[in-house]
């Protein structure tokens, strides 16, 4: 697990910084590659760096990123982020449904799209990595509480492996490797996808 000063929880006034897609990928992009300027960000994204800056500005006032001062000069500011991952409980998110939904649904566009990019670059991927990744669903019938205890179980193999920092220089032979878990219950009464 991500130590707990390396994380951020989720509040009802912090979720108003995030619950934005493009603050979502920001943020994400400052976690996995380390420090870097709206220019550079903005050339990422496809956005203009005014829209870039303004979106880092907004995520440095509710505590998420901030000026980096080991880096840059004159007018060029270097943006890194604060913590390692963020958290939300259900808590949390009932406090401020509106913005907890935006920011779930930042977060699952985000994870939709590097399934796409995955896609994309499985013709050109070496062999060895081929049974490296899936895209497997299985369809359960649990109780709530055996639901929030295979979430933990998950969580708990996934600590197991080695995290990703961009501040530690990557071992021989490794790749980076995006584990998503998504478990999904369906109430009897909500539409089944």
């Known amino acids: 697990m991500v130590p707990a000063d390396e994380r951020v929880t989720l509040t009802a006034s912090t979720l108003k910084g995030i619950a934005h897609p493009l603050r979502v990928r920001l943020l994400g992009l400052l976690r996995s590659d380390g420090p870097s300027t709206a220019t550079k960000l ?3 994204v496809g956005e203009s760096s005014g829209v870039t800056s303004y979106h880092l500005r907004q995520l440095a006032l509710h505590g998420f990123v901030e000026e980096d001062p080991d880096r840059g000069s004159g007018r060029e500011r270097w943006w890194r982020a604060r913590h390692r991952s963020s958290e939300l409980t259900a808590a949390d998110a009932r406090q401020a449904p509106e913005d907890a939904e935006a920011f779930l649904r930042a977060v699952a566009a ?3 799209d590097r399934v796409n990019a995955w ?4 013709p050109t991927r070496p062999a060895a990595w081929d049974d ?3 895209l497997s669903d299985w369809s359960l019938r ?3 509480q055996e639901a ?3 979430v933990s179980e998950l ?6 492996y080695r995290m990703d920092r961009p ?3 990557a071992p021989a032979g490794t790749e980076r490797v995006i584990a998503q878990i998504q478990v999904l219950p369906f109430l009897a009464d909500e539409p089944q996808p």
């Open 42 to 44: 903005a050339q990422r």
């Open 110 to 112: 985000l994870a939709a």
């Open 119 to 122: 896609l994309d670059g499985a």
């Open 132 to 134: 490296s990744g899936t």
């Open 142 to 144: 649990l109780t709530a």
């Open 148 to 150: 929030a205890a295979l």
């Open 155 to 160: 969580e708990a193999v996934v600590e197991r």
């Open 167 to 169: 501040d530690v220089p």
